[in-house]
């Protein structure tokens, strides 16, 4: 049942005793002036039963307690430890000077709680609406999109770690449901899985004796998945089948199986493959060509002003490329508030998300792509004409567009003669001919080079763009973004909106300090 916290200031609250001890910048001080406006009870009123059950502890001090754990980087106990015993927090929550705090699983279940009601944007939320009532966030202003990575909070597995926990984790959901089918099943396997992350006596170094072992390691998992199969009751079991799925899964990604049934080791990498079994959600990205990282991306989005405040956070799989990540961090804001045009880098200037911006009347303001460079003639320094159907060379020779493919893409062939008696052929082109493609909306691309042809808007974007890392900045190393603190897309997604909550209260603070001189 939802309770409320209570106004009433007692006898040994810490507030009128101990204020005076902090410093008026600070955090601290910044929640007990003014938490409440923050952070209200009804909003987490979703949340609770509205009049039974025994009384909850009032959400918006729970809140309060995961800015502050997220602010400070602590653990759950940590936090409950400066609870009990920290001044600056019994002031900033309104606490007693004797209260003794809560136990650490009270702010496992608080997050379980905003997951499951789908309010992990909650704190990110309030400090736009007070942003919007201090007039530092106005709608349709433009937005600045990037990304930054966020590395998992779970272990990085080989092949055989892999593999082998997969079973474990089978054998285990097994043996949850029917603890005869669970002693059962090991008993028919050749490698004991009571510790997976102990590997089978292997020459390491031995190639021939490594691939060997390999293809053992995934024969047994195959005997785990087919013993299961041959019992389809087990499989009606919601976390049986999950972990059937998983090792499935985790055998394919890595295994090929030959001729005779033999599951070989696959050469090279699958494009998202599973890297633990503790998170399966990870994957392999990189940073650049050289540098790659483990985990998931944080995107944020945010307003270019004066005073630079995040509108909308998203995580995904480090995989996962950043331009389709454009529309969502434009679709989880408010109509009022969504821009009127986005700036970003090359990532955001492509056909998919131009077009997608289109949908939604946003203009893009970013850089496409360049085409793949020849020796000196890259399409761009060809003149496109849409509307006349032709393409005309740097060497004054036109060639025709032609009809669309099934694709939507249109090609522009120059004529061999042309090309053939060209003085500049050696440098455009190594085949007889010179061949242009277009996309299949070309008109947004060159709508786009156009609008960079301007110095004034190419050097807005040159200008402004960086404002946003310094936003990142912060997220990943002040307020600890840089690695989740939690296995799993949604549980990252609650801790990068709530640290982009802290970030947006540093011009908050501000704004009501000033307000109050």
């Not at 609870?83 to 209260?99: C, Q």
Request: hydrophobic share 40%; proline share 5%; net charge neutral.
């Amino acid at each position: 049942m939802l309770s409320v916290g209570d106004r009433q200031v007692g006898l040994f609250d810490a507030a009128p005793l101990c204020r005076g001890l902090l410093a008026k910048d600070s955090f601290y001080a910044l929640l007990a002036e003014h938490g409440d406006r923050l952070v209200r009870d009804e909003d987490f009123a979703a949340c609770y039963s509205e009049g039974t059950g025994r009384p909850s502890i009032p959400p918006s001090l729970l809140a309060k307690v995961l800015l502050l754990q997220y602010r400070e980087g602590l653990s759950d106990e940590r936090a409950m430890e400066a609870v009990r015993l920290h001044l600056g927090w019994k002031v900033a929550l309104g606490l007693p000077i004797d209260h003794a705090g809560f136990h650490p699983t009270t702010l496992v279940k608080f997050r379980a709680r905003l997951l499951l009601h789908e309010m992990e944007r909650l704190a990110l939320e309030r400090t736009l609406e007070v942003a919007s009532d201090l007039g530092l966030a106005r709608g349709g202003v433009e937005q600045i999109l990037d990304s930054t990575a966020m590395l998992g909070a779970a272990a990085t597995q080989d092949t055989v770690t892999l593999v082998r926990s997969g079973v474990s984790k089978l054998i285990v959901a097994v043996g949850a449901e029917d603890a005869e089918a669970g002693r059962t099943l090991p008993a028919g396997l050749e490698f004991d899985y009571r510790q997976p992350r102990q590997k089978p006596d292997c020459d390491w170094r031995d190639k021939d004796a490594r691939e060997a072992l390999l293809t053992r390691v995934a024969e047994d998992a195959e005997r785990a998945l087919r013993a299961v199969e041959a019992c389809s009751e087990l499989l009606e079991c919601e976390a049986i089948e999950e972990a059937h799925r998983l090792l499935r899964e985790l055998l394919g990604q890595d295994f090929d199986v030959d001729e005779d049934g033999v599951p070989r080791l696959h050469r090279g990498t699958r494009e998202g493959r599973i890297l633990s079994v503790h998170d399966p959600e990870m994957r392999h990205g990189r940073k650049s060509r050289h540098q790659r990282f483990d985990g998931y991306k944080l995107h944020a989005a945010a307003v270019s002003s004066a005073a630079p405040l995040i509108t909308a956070v998203e995580v995904e799989p480090a995989s996962e490329q950043d331009g389709p990540q454009a529309k969502r961090l434009v679709d989880s804001q408010s109509e009022t508030r969504r821009p009127k045009r986005v700036l970003g880098d090359t990532a955001y200037g492509n056909q998919e998300v131009r077009e997608q911006m289109e949908e939604r009347a946003i203009e893009v303001l970013a850089p496409p792509a360049t085409s793949k460079p020849h020796p000196v003639f890259a399409k761009e320094e060809f003149e496109i004409d849409l509307e006349a159907g032709t393409v005309t060379c740097p060497q004054g020779k036109v060639a025709r567009i032609s009809a669309p493919d099934r694709r939507g893409q249109r090609k522009a062939h120059f004529r061999r003669s042309d090309c053939g008696q060209c003085p500049l052929k050696q440098r455009c082109t190594s085949s007889d001919r010179r061949t242009i493609t277009l996309a299949r909306r070309e008109d947004l691309l060159i709508a786009a080079r156009q609008a960079l042809d301007d110095p004034e808007a190419a050097e807005h974007l040159r200008r402004t763009r960086p404002r946003i890392e310094r936003l990142l900045g912060l997220l990943a190393h002040r307020y600890g973004a840089r690695k989740s603190r939690y296995r799993g897309k949604r549980k990252a997604r609650l801790q990068a909106a709530w640290t982009a909550a802290l970030v947006n209260l540093n011009p908050i603070g501000d704004a009501l300090r000033a307000a109050a001189a």
